[in-house]
């Protein structure tokens, strides 16, 4: 069963720049998808776009059969559950209150929040390791706990497809490990995500399938094993990679260059 398919992609911006050139993407259900590739090569725009956050120039967004265009803005936030990678201003409000504002879709303007929305709220904190965070002032966060909190908002949406901008951003190995291994059982438990992540080592171990883009194009799509060898990625990244394999087989990725 596809959740989001996206179909002939184009998006330029302003000079002309064009970000992506005819990209084609399928999320299957329960499945996690990393998008890589190097910087500039349109990965966080490919992530706007399935979100409805930038309109294509060319090619659409399907999510389940329907056109994402054709969707009323409510319907796309049940759906859709995003994670920035930053925040471009700090709300002045508790980690609660800001999580609670994941659930703003599913909270009815005239009643507020129910009982149901205040457990959605508690479940996802925990589940991001930040409900200790939850009194406090958003501006009172380091980098990475907000990193936390941003990926707890969306959990509380319930939202059945994740797109999620590199979360681990400002985090701690422990941490990164944790998101991550946090993303891959929700997509287990039925929900699907597309995660934008640097960190092919972190793709290589909870990627059920790998996007590389180049230029604003698919240079290679497929499980981590089929993506993340020399002959893909060399002449995506260039040279200065050190490939090797983990004690479960999977590739491991890593800059390497001699010292001068």
Partial sequence: MTVARAE???????????????????????????????????????????????E???????????????LPLGERARRIGVVPQTLRTL?????????LAGRYAHIDRWRGPREEDRRAVASALVATEAD???????????????QRVLVARALAGEA?????????????????????????????????????????NLASQFADAVCLLRDGRVAARGPPREVL??????PVYGEHLHFGTAPDGRPIVVPWAARP
């Fill in 8 to 54: 002939g992609l184009v998006f330029e911006y302003p000079g002309p720049v064009r970000a992506l050139d005819g990209v084609d993407l399928e999320v299957g259900a329960s499945e996690l998808v990393v998008v890589c590739g190097p910087n500039g090569s349109g990965k966080s725009t490919l992530l706007r776009l399935l979100g409805g956050l930038l």
């Fill in 56 to 70: 294509p120039a060319r090619g659409r967004v399907l999510l389940g059969d329907a056109p994402l265009a054709s």
């Fill in 91 to 99: 709300p002045d409000v508790s980690v609660e209150n800001f999580t």
């Fill in 132 to 146: 200790e965070f939850a009194p406090r002032p958003m501006t009172t966060l380091s980098g990475g706990q907000r």
């Fill in 160 to 200: 059945s497809l994740l797109l999620v901008d590199e979360p681990t951003t400002g985090l701690d190995p422990e941490h990164q490990v944790r998101i991550m291994q946090l993303l891959a059982e929700l997509t287990g438990g039925g929900r699907s995500a597309v995660v934008v992540t640097h960190d092919l």
């Fill in 229 to 234: 060898r020399p002959e893909v990625l060399v």
